[in-house]
């Protein structure tokens, strides 16, 4: 059998050892309900505000302006429909083209409901178009804006402290999705003037099914979920005990850890790319390089199929992923590479490598061994390519 590489960490990352240690005794012993009047429920729901603090601390937010959720999905929901609920149709609503689907279907949905939506478009490098922000920011009424951090696919960042202070200038109510984020960059929400915030346990060595929502003091906030006072009445049902406690680890490991790992992290990955553009010809990197996530590396390679390079990598024990979904039989690219404008040629040929603090060079040694010749394979059954009649 041969080495197995993981590479794509932007759609999830393996639980932490330290991470799952401090989460078994919550499911041997620690078992109590925190609501519980009892001493199994006191002690529990000391540990989930410990929790608390230690989510808190990552942010640089305050303990009571943490909520946690099952997911980013869920945190990006709860924002959005917060915000819609207290405004009604007379909110404006002002997204971008590249946000997740956790936020771009919410928008699409309220759009259907009747409420005025606007998608800020990007760049060729995936850069936003602050001015049309900033227009749309000068209409008067109700306004929520939620912009993503940093891109999943692309690894490319938003200047997230300039859109903050414009929708603070404009009175908007701003809200980011800070999912990839988290653990590949100082989030501090001190210094920059976000009113919500969405993070994700799995992106970041915690387990899948636990989330935070951020929210400002001050910020009016109303859940969607009806039921118990669990987080203060602000989201009802019993904690996710032992994942919050996962969470929080995971978010003290990135704290400490996080700056010397990222170099080393940045240092895979440029190693990576700088490879593949010795020995693959006809490829493109995606997206912002001069703001871009440490761990993310977006390429096409042109006149071939991003699925089929994915396959070929799959079957070689190497685990990357393409920007596309496929649709109805048909290769849909990426919505976040079409809305760069990136050639046809390139379109579909769009790949991404994301690392993890797990990774090694020895992984980069094994794709670069693999790659070309994967490439170059594909390239030879491909009907497109530079002297071939189709193009
Ligand atoms: C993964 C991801 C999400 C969704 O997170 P879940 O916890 O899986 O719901 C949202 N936004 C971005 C940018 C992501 O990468």
């Not at 990352?13 to 620690?30: I, L």
């Not at 000391?46 to 603090?53: A, D, G, L, Q």
């Not at 991404?352 to 794709?367: E, P």
Request: charged residues 25%; proline residues 4%.
């Amino acid at each position: 059998m041969h080495k197995t590489v993981y590479l794509d960490n932007n759609a999830t990352t393996s639980v932490a050892p330290e991470v799952r240690d401090v989460m078994t005794p919550f499911f041997n012993d620690f078992y109590g309900n925190p609501s519980s009047m009892h001493f199994f429920g006191g002690r529990i729901a000391k540990c989930v505000e410990r929790s608390r603090e230690e989510v808190a601390r990552f942010l640089n937010a305050e303990p009571d302006e943490i909520i946690f959720t099952s997911c980013a999905t869920e945190s990006d929901n709860a924002a959005i429909f917060s915000a819609a609920e207290k405004y009604g149709k007379s909110l404006k609503i002002i997204t971008t083209q590249v946000e997740h689907p956790a936020v771009l279907q919410c928008v699409e949905y309220l759009k259907e409901k009747g409420y005025n939506t606007v998608k800020i478009g990007v760049d060729g490098f995936g850069r936003l178009d602050i001015d049309s922000l900033e227009q749309e920011l000068k209409t008067p009424g109700p306004k929520f804006v939620s912009v993503m951090w940093a891109n999943n696919e692309t690894g490319t960042v938003f200047p997230i402290a300039q859109i903050a202070a414009l929708c603070k200038e404009h009175g908007a109510i701003f809200h980011t999705d800070a999912v990839q984020m988290a653990g590949k960059g100082v989030i501090d929400v001190k210094k920059v003037p976000v009113d919500m915030l969405a993070i994700s346990g799995h992106k970041f060595h915690a387990p899948k099914g636990v989330g935070a929502l951020y929210v400002r003091k001050g910020v009016e906030f109303n859940s969607f979920m009806k039921g118990g006072h669990q987080e203060r009445g602000r989201r009802a049902g019993t904690e996710n005990v032992p994942y919050i406690v996962g969470m929080a680890k995971a978010c003290e490991l990135c704290r400490v850890n996080m700056e010397e790992e990222n170099d080393t992290i940045g240092a895979l990955r440029d190693a990576l790319q700088d490879g593949i553009l010795k020995s693959c010809p006809d490829v493109r990197v995606n997206g912002d390089v001069e703001n871009r996530l440490c761990n993310t590396l977006n390429v096409s390679f042109e006149y071939i199929e991003g699925e089929a390079i994915a396959y070929r990598l799959s079957d070689l024990g190497i685990a990357i992923s393409t920007g596309s979904a496929c649709a109805s039989g048909s290769l849909e690219p990426s919505h976040v590479i079409r809305a760069m404008g990136v050639p046809f040629t390139a379109v579909h040929g769009s790949v991404r490598f994301s690392f993890s603090r797990y990774n090694t060079s020895a992984d980069v040694d094994y794709v670069l061994k693999e790659l070309p010749g994967v490439i170059a394979n594909l390239r030879e059954l491909s009907p497109f390519g530079p002297g071939k009649e189709f193009l």
